[in-house]
């Protein structure tokens, strides 16, 4: 049998940009401001107040990446609650917080999550058709996984 999760035309839409790559997200989210104004925003810290301020429209603001917002993101990935993730993260630059980004990384994978890493991705997905209607994406089964015997 085959789960799927229904992405409505208003996406729920996650903005993280690293410190080196903020400019670069108010870049890009300016430009793309007509369509991101069609979605509900969520950020990390100091990127949701950027957006905020260049876009003039409300950013649901978590905790900065490093203090926990990156995490913050994740449980509402998991909880189905994000449809779309856009994290302009930093490949050149170490994070004190890399495993938080990591499990950022799995868990759009695990839930099959749209996620760009760049801004040529971020164009291809906000550029999607998908962007403008309802989506039916696959959930993976993990049933299985749930009911292993661990040998306890």
Known sequence: MVTTKKLPQRKCIALIAHDHKKEDMVQWATH???ILSKHELYATGTTGRLAEEALDRPVKKFLSG?????????????TGDIDIVIFFWDPM?????????????????????????????????????????????????????????VGV
């Open 32 to 34: 793309n401001k007509q």
């Open 66 to 78: 490093p203090l926990g917002g990156d995490q913050q993101i994740g449980s509402l990935i998991a």
């Open 93 to 149: 630059e170490a994070q004190p917080h890399d495993t938080d980004v990591k499990a950022l990384l799995r868990l759009c994978a695990v839930w099959n999550i749209p996620m760009a890493c760049d801004r040529s991705t971020a164009d291809f997905i906000i550029t999607s058709p998908f962007m403008y209607e309802d989506y039916e994406a696959i959930i993976p089964d993990y049933s299985g996984y749930l009911k292993r015997n």
